[in-house]
């Protein structure tokens, strides 16, 4: 359609900020011919590998594979595996100014070991929650206060590795409304109540289940929360959670992203607006809600209403999850789709 191709050919011009927990990926590919004599497993006979960026590092990536000017803010150790990530990050033209080192902790590593593409065994190697020192923090917040006036939008990619914490997205956010930047946040369940007054957030369905869930355990205020089932399965009760959660968080919008029966956009004083899935074959689903809030973003900056912008995300998302790994989608694959 011509206006979609309007917003698409505006991406190259955004300027996007993402903050969040930055992943390295590392995929090791083979074959297996036998089982080994030691153990009943397989043998991989490895025959390449190779690193991409990953967590909050891939929804960077993704953007810049659309033409967007890209600064990614994260923590790595002081290892190996964190000049691995600055160097790819800067191998595919996105800024790590904002990667700051935390000694503390190792750098994020998810080894995946793949065989006739299917995935044998993930290898994941982190320390859990360790949030960041006072130390990292000033030079994070720093960063941000100095930067954040030449960005067209802030996305929160939470991965719950550490780095988000309720202090650091109260400053976001204030940041951001001061300057009327775009916010939006691919959630974590237990974090789910940081994201008040936010442009958007996009949960998955279970995530938005296990967050209404953990909003009534620990909020004395959800209590008002009308919804009273425990799995969002039927329509009405997606719909009752989508616009309860919209009106608790004080949210523009929110995306929940349904699998295969696609996406529900909720938008203050509007019906919810359902959108069909577009993925013709589902190879692999990994970084699939990276693309989603990327091209979401993306779009709002083009000038997309949020309905177009969640049209354009799930077309996108349909491409991702055809590809094997942490994929991204070009702008001539967005435009043939669309």
Known sequence: MSHYKNIINKFSKARIMVIGDVILDQYIRGS?????PEAPVPIVLQEESFYTPGGSANVANNLRSLGAKVTVIGRVGN??????????LKHKGISPQGIFVDPRIPTVCKTRIMAHHQQIVRIDREKS?????????????????????QYDAIIVSDYGKGLITSDLVNFVCAAALKKKKIITVDPKVEHFSYYRKVTSITPNLKEAENAIRNIKITSPSARRLGIHVDKLEKDDDINLAGQELLKYLELESLLITLGEHGMRLFEKGKKPFTIKTKAKEVFDVTGAGDTVISIFTL???AGATKQQAADLANSAAGIVVGKLGAATVSREELLAAT
Do not use: H, P
């Open 129 to 149: 929650k360790i949030a960041a020192n006072e130390k990292v923090n000033q030079k994070i917040f720093k960063f941000i206060e100095k930067n954040i006036g």
């Open 32 to 36: 297996v011919t036998r089982i080994s």
């Open 79 to 88: 290892d190996s595996e964190g000049g691995i990530l600055k160097r790819e």
């Open 299 to 301: 779009s709002l900056t």
